[in-house]
């Protein structure tokens, strides 16, 4: 192999050199022995005898003869050294490789700064530094190997404070995002409520027959259909602080609020385009009332006008203070088929009821009913019999048994 070949003559040449130096070292003892003025003689540039030249050939010659017969096991032993070196490091992880060889570089750093104290000592000051270095370098290696865990934690600052940049950063972009998203909403929602009203606007509007709206009633979405088809007639008055928290509700940081402030602002505008009413706004507010549930029933009082919402709690305080109200709850309660005792009617049981036995089934509209002896046939159709039904502000509830 050529790196056989580069070895043996480097191990070669090394040798001759050392041999050489050596017998030169050697030469006065040689030049005592032998008397003969010439060979004592300087020659040459060199400035050396002819005995210290000749003694260099010498052990040059006979130091390359060595190196050349002993090279073969030294390339041997080199071999079996590296493979061992290998597997050595072939066990280590990488980071323990890389921690030595840090710890090895430092070692030797501070090996060579105590050095130079100690080379001017006689005799052993050539020697020290080396020990130094043996010693320094492997206790840096052995250090930075076992205590790397511990090392690694004092400079944990550097990452941490990058990721905190990076976070610093992100969170920046994101709240820019943020406050993008809120100014488009903000002026789709204004868009939406300016598409949504008339051209005209009153102060204090009167001399028509008003229904207005509330928030729930304009979110719920039926209205638009009711509108659709004819059944409801006038004017519809929308206040200006009821679109106020309309448009609030469709800037809210929550999603699902967020989605139900645009759903009211399209049925709006649904109303407006889709259907045969006439939509007004009014900027009539009330700033000694906060609740708009407050305003919209001083308003009704003040125009003479009919509530319409799905709320409880507000067809309640307003029929209390004298307000018409049109629920459209009550509206779709009232619209549902009814059924009469005897009457026949095929159902899926799709869950147990409250009692035991009972099973409960729902019609198309939402209506439930609940199906004496039902457990039995839970996840079947089956034909039953109304036995009774019952009327509640929440809707219609039918009680029946199976058919026999």
Wanted: aromatic share 6%.
């Amino acid at each position: 192999m050529i790196l056989d070949r580069v070895l043996r003559f480097l191990i070669t040449a090394f040798l001759a050199i050392a041999g050489g130096a050596l017998f030169e070292l050697a030469s006065p003892l040689f030049a005592l022995i032998i008397s003969t003025e010439i060979l004592k003689m300087e020659m040459g540039i060199f400035k050396i005898t002819l005995v210290s030249f000749v003694c260099i050939v010498v052990g040059a010659i006979i130091g390359g003869l060595i190196g050349w017969f002993v090279s073969s096991y030294l390339i041997g032993k080199l071999k079996t050294f590296a493979v061992w070196v290998e597997q050595q490091l072939a066990k280590m992880p990488i980071h323990d490789v890389i921690a030595g060889a840090i710890g090895l570089a430092i070692g030797l750093i501070i090996a060579n700064l105590f050095s130079s104290a100690f080379a001017r000592i006689p005799v052993v000051g050539d020697y020290i530094p080396v020990v130094i270095s043996i010693v320094l370098g492997y206790l840096g290696i052995y250090i930075t190997i076992h205590k790397r865990t511990e090392l690694t934690a004092l400079f944990d600052f550097i990452p941490k404070t990058i990721r905190e940049a990076v976070k610093a950063r992100e969170a920046k972009q994101q709240a820019v995002e943020a406050a993008k998203a809120a100014e488009t909403a903000k002026a789709a929602a204004a868009a939406a409520v300016a598409a949504a009203t008339t051209q005209t606007e009153t102060d204090v509007p009167g001399g028509a027959s008003y229904k207005l709206l509330d928030t729930s009633v304009i979110i719920d979405g039926r209205i638009a259909d009711i509108c659709d088809t004819g059944f409801l007639e006038g004017t519809l008055l929308i206040p200006v602080f009821v679109l106020e928290e309309l448009q609030h509700i469709a800037d809210s940081a929550d999603a699902l609020k967020r989605t139900r402030g645009r759903r009211g602002l399209d049925i709006l505008q649904r109303i407006r385009t889709d259907s045969r009413m006439t939509v007004e706004v009014t900027n009539k507010d009330y700033d000694d009332i906060a609740e708009v549930d407050s305003k919209l029933v001083r308003l009704a009082q003040d125009v003479g006008g009919k509530v319409v919402t799905n709320d409880f709690n507000l067809n309640k305080v307003a029929r209390l203070r004298g307000v018409e109200v049109l629920n459209i709850n009550e509206l779709s309660n009232a619209v549902k088929p009814v059924v009469i005792p005897g009457e026949s009617m095929t159902v899926t049981v799709v869950k147990n009821g409250k009692e035991p036995g009972q099973g409960v089934a729902y019609l198309d509209d939402g209506t439930m009913i609940v199906i004496e002896n039902g457990h039995r046939h839970l996840g079947s159709t089956i034909d039953v019999e109304v036995t009774s039904a019952l009327q509640t502000a929440a809707g219609r509830m039918i009680f029946a048994k199976p058919k026999a």
